[in-house]
């Protein structure tokens, strides 16, 4: 098993936003906590649409 640094969830917090009363985090920093590029998070999201609330 990999050793994967912990995410604390307190700097989670800080990565979410509130836009027109709606939380949100974006992409680049959902990719970061992942740890895969943004380019293939956005991909991954394309195919499994359904499992994203909107």
């Keep these: 098993m990999e050793n994967k640094p ?8 800080n990565l979410i936003y509130t836009i027109r009363g709606k ?3 974006l992409d ?18 394309k195919r499994n649409i359904e499992r994203f609330p909107v």
């Design 28 to 45: 680049s920093d959902l990719a970061a906590l992942y740890q895969v590029e943004t380019k293939n998070l956005n991909k991954a999201v």
């Design 6 to 13: 912990s995410i604390v969830p307190k700097e989670i917090r």
């Design 23 to 25: 939380q949100v985090m």
